[in-house]
């Protein structure tokens, strides 16, 4: 059964500073690795998607990277802003029986503050 | 519409209490899936539907969950009997293919007291 480990489960940074978010996941056979941004009462926000033939994918200020091999995410946001502050998910498309997309495989998210 | 729209946001619902969730998902969008999410947890994958056919309903915790999507586009989750460990938010997400970016509508949270 597919896993996902986010780390660290929550992070505090001033404002203005780089940072790493870290996700790993145990069976390598996976159709798709997505990043979300989760807000308080809100449903998710759909950041970035890596196909697993890719190795990493950007949008302004989010970088990701995938290591299918060795089963691991990383997702750099440059210059942090308060804005950000945010609970982040890393979820993993499997594979159905017949060989086809499915359903996603959430981490439990990482609680990022970003101090002003 | 403009997202994925679900309703209620909110339901109380009495132990043994019947409940009916409603997703209506963004207009063409074949795929639809349903999440269960604790509180601290990351969401947990319920069902799955491609138009109308529920292809994948091994998340489903027991039998007294069942999701439907008769016309492949409104779907409705429904609960029998709910019990205490079903309070969690609930959501709902469709995209335009089943290996596609998913959008997700805000939840119901559902309390069970």
């Known amino acids: 059964k597919q896993e996902v480990t986010q780390i660290p489960a929550a992070l505090s940074v001033p404002e203005g500073e780089n940072l790493v978010l870290n996700c790993s996941f145990t069976?390598?056979?996976?159709?798709?690795l997505q990043w979300f941004r989760q807000d308080p009462g809100k449903g998710l926000t759909s950041l970035l998607l890596?196909?697993?033939?890719?190795r990493e994918q950007t949008s302004g200020r989010l970088n990701a990277s995938l290591d299918k091999s060795s089963g691991r995410s990383t997702l750099y946001i440059a210059a942090s802003q308060p804005g950000d502050s945010a609970t982040y998910l890393c979820a993993v498309k499997r594979y159905d029986s017949g060989g086809g997309a499915d359903g996603l495989t959430f981490g439990k998210g990482t609680h990022l503050i970003i101090q002003p | 519409g403009a997202g994925v729209s679900q309703s209620p946001r909110y339901k109380v619902a009495k132990r043994g209490q019947d409940v009916a969730l409603r997703c209506d998902p963004i207009?063409?969008?074949?795929?639809l899936f349903w999440y269960q999410q604790a509180l601290g947890q990351g969401p947990e994958f319920l069902t799955y539907?491609?138009?109308?056919?529920?292809?994948?309903k091994s998340g489903l915790p027991s039998d007294r969950f069942f999701a439907e999507r008769p016309e492949g586009s409104v779907s409705t989750l429904k609960i029998q009997r709910t019990q205490q460990e079903d309070s969690a938010v609930y959501l709902c997400a469709s995209s335009l293919d089943v290996s596609m970016r998913a959008f997700f509508g805000q939840g119901t949270r559902l309390t069970v007291v």
């Open positions: 069976d390598s056979a996976i159709y798709n």
């Open positions: 207009s063409g969008h074949v795929s």
């Open positions: 890596i196909q697993s033939s890719q």
């Open positions: 539907f491609q138009n109308e056919a529920q292809l994948d």
